[in-house]
């Protein structure tokens, strides 16, 4: 089951994200500023970490940085009311995702953006085949394949005059 650490100083918005997280099959943990969120960081095993910008002490993008020190491949979520005022996608390029609270549609795009890290975090590196190097075609491997069949021949030749 994947967990989630909401790192928000607004009780009522923590609750919230909270009661959401637990009611999609989630572990939840919490904390109300930024220390208290890295320090739950290091103690607990984290998938993806949802944190609000405007805080005390600590804004969110100074804890990304933090918890990326921790963990590089952390996926992390950003929410402001003040996204598009402080162009935080620009100002905090750590964060995988960037939302703006108190829209209608806050929920279902925080759930949305929430199943596609979770699905990107456990996608599995895909290795790439590395491809023989082919022999330079010279006479010597010319004459080493195997010669063509009737059909196959007409076929080359038919080629030969048209070009």
């Known amino acids: 089951m994947p967990s989630i650490l909401c790192i928000d100083d607004n009780i009522s918005g923590l609750t919230v994200r909270r009661h959401l997280f637990e009611r999609h099959g989630h572990d939840v943990f919490t904390a109300r500023s930024g220390a208290e969120g890295i320090e739950r960081f290091r103690k607990e095993k984290i998938d993806l970490v949802v944190v609000d910008y405007v805080m ?12 990326r020190k921790i963990n590089p491949r952390l996926q992390v979520i950003l929410l402001s009311s003040y996204a598009d005022t402080l162009d935080l996608e ?8 960037v939302l703006r609270k108190g829209r209608t549609r806050e929920v279902k795009e925080l759930l949305e953006a929430t199943d596609r890290l979770l699905r990107r975090r456990n996608r599995k590196p895909v290795r790439k085949r590395v491809k023989p190097a082919r022999k330079p075609v010279t006479r010597a491997t010319l004459a080493e394949r195997p010669k ?7 076929k080359i030749a038919a080629k030969r005059r048209t070009a």
């Not at 620009?90 to 995702?97: I, K, N, Y």
């Not at 063509?148 to 007409?154: D, L, N, R």
Request: cysteine-free; charged content about 35%; glycine content about 12%.
């Open 56 to 67: 005390p002490e600590m804004n969110g993008g100074e804890v990304i940085r933090q918890l």
């Open 90 to 97: 620009r100002r905090v390029p750590e964060a995988d995702v």
């Open 148 to 154: 063509p069949g009737k059909i196959v021949a007409k």
